[in-house]
């Protein structure tokens, strides 16, 4: 059983496991607008964070969420290591980041993997395809070695985008994603990469903490295998899991002011990483 533990918290630390340093960039909202592109981009991509967890037909990973808060680490790909800047997601559960087989605008100004560069690489006939909000990102799948931390995960399946959605990606501080949901989300039945370090024994405990500070530029982990006590203050409320596809969750209601402003009788939430924000049905928004 795998566990997340999402704190909210403003403290520093230093703990020697497997820690991955998260910086808290310049937002998509913010480069838009240097680039006089933000109201282009909100005419054509009205914001839904909701649309990232109903998915028809094919996967569904609305970018649209990174606008205003974007934290986001570093892994490396392949022998030698390629590195990237990835997000890591709670609410997707696949690894992708482009490629040099991508002519896409998204792509010209991120770093890009190239498996001829790397002798652990091996290819497959398969092809990847994820719907976002704003287009969708199209590649292939391969396997090599990917190291995040210090732990270093074998013939882990990734995806090697060719082609990515619009020209205001191309202002995204990122590289590409790495999903820590289930493998029931996962587009074209890729395993995470959370997963196999869980089946190869590469982490302690079957957890991963996540740790998202107000500090501008550091601060921020993801802690793989293990909780660093120094952020608990009070105790840990485990709180189970409702259905292995996010990290989905029952919550019994939203109250403000010690009254109940929504949820009466219960929901459903996903506990999501990629989302830094609070959001809720339009119609109980109007409520509050």
Same mark, same amino acid.
């Given at each position: 059983m795998k566990l997340l533990l999402l704190f909210s918290l403003v403290a520093l630390a230093q703990c020697f496991v497997h820690k991955v340093p998260l910086r808290k960039g310049k937002t998509l909202r913010q480069s838009l607008q240097e680039h006089g592109l933000l109201e282009r981009y909100l005419k054509q991509h009205p914001y839904n964070p909701a649309a990232k967890y109903f998915r028809t037909g094919v996967s569904s990973e609305p970018m649209q969420n990174y606008m205003d808060n974007s934290y986001y680490g570093t892994i490396s790909i392949g022998t030698p290591a390629q590195e990237f800047t990835v997000i890591f997601d709670t609410g997707s559960s696949n690894l992708w980041v482009p490629s040099v087989y991508c002519a896409s605008l998204s792509c010209s100004d991120h770093k890009r993997f190239n498996p001829a560069d790397s002798s652990t690489f091996v290819s497959t006939n398969d092809s990847l395809y994820i719907a976002y909000g704003t287009g969708s990102? +199209?590649?292939?799948?391969?396997?090599?070695?990917?190291?995040?931390?210090?732990?270093?995960?074998? #013939?882990?399946?990734?995806?090697?985008?060719?082609?990515? %959605?619009?020209?205001?990606?191309?202002?995204? &501080?990122?590289?590409?994603?790495?999903?820590?949901?289930? &493998?029931?989300? +996962?587009?074209?039945?890729?395993? %995470?990469?959370?997963? #196999?370090?869980?089946?190869?024994?590469?982490? #302690?405990?079957?957890?991963?903490?996540?740790?998202l500070s107000k500090d501008e530029e550091s601060g921020s982990f993801v802690l793989f295998g293990a909780i660093d006590p120094y952020y608990v203050t009070n105790g840990i409320s485990w709180i189970p899991v409702s259905a292995e596809t996010y990290w989905q969750i029952t919550m019994q209601r939203v109250s403000i002011n010690d009254e109940v402003a929504a949820c009466h009788s219960g929901c459903q939430a996903i506990v999501d990483t990629g989302t830094s924000l609070l959001a809720m049905p339009y119609g109980d928004l109007t409520k509050v």
């Open positions: 990102m +199209s590649g292939i799948l391969g396997y090599d070695t990917v190291q995040v931390a210090d732990i270093v995960v074998h #013939n882990q399946i990734f995806g090697l985008s060719e082609t990515e %959605p619009g020209d205001f990606f191309y202002y995204c &501080p990122f590289d590409g994603i790495l999903g820590l949901a289930y &493998p029931s989300i +996962s587009s074209d039945g890729a395993t %995470p990469v959370f997963d #196999n370090m869980m089946d190869e024994g590469l982490v #302690n405990k079957d957890l991963f903490s996540v740790y």
